[in-house]
């Protein structure tokens, strides 16, 4: 008998036997190859605290920022006349 051995059962309940084995690492790969280091979480918190430092300087900059950018008209001195004929301060020239 084969050691992949399939049986008559129904569709929901089919098993195959597979031999495991635990293949050898390649060179220069030992056990702890892929695992995270101290290094890792270092890296993680200095990463988190940057952003933190980022969001609240962002914050900072968007308060400050006006409700509107529509330019507002120029000021004019007293006395000098607009294109409308009104001098600044409200009277007529």
């Known amino acids: 008998m084969s050691p992949l051995l399939v049986h008559a059962v129904p569709a929901g309940t089919a098993q195959v036997a597979v031999p495991v084995q635990n293949p050898a690492p390649p060179a220069g790969e030992g056990e ?11 890296v993680i918190l200095v990463l988190a605290l940057a952003t933190i430092l980022l969001i609240r300087g962002m914050s900072k900059r968007i308060r400050r920022l006006p409700a509107s950018f529509e330019q507002a008209e120029p000021e004019q001195e007293p006395g000098t006349q607009k294109a409308d004929g009104k001098t600044a301060d409200g009277g007529t020239a």
């Open 32 to 42: 702890e190859f892929g695992k995270a280091s101290p290094i890792a979480l270092v």
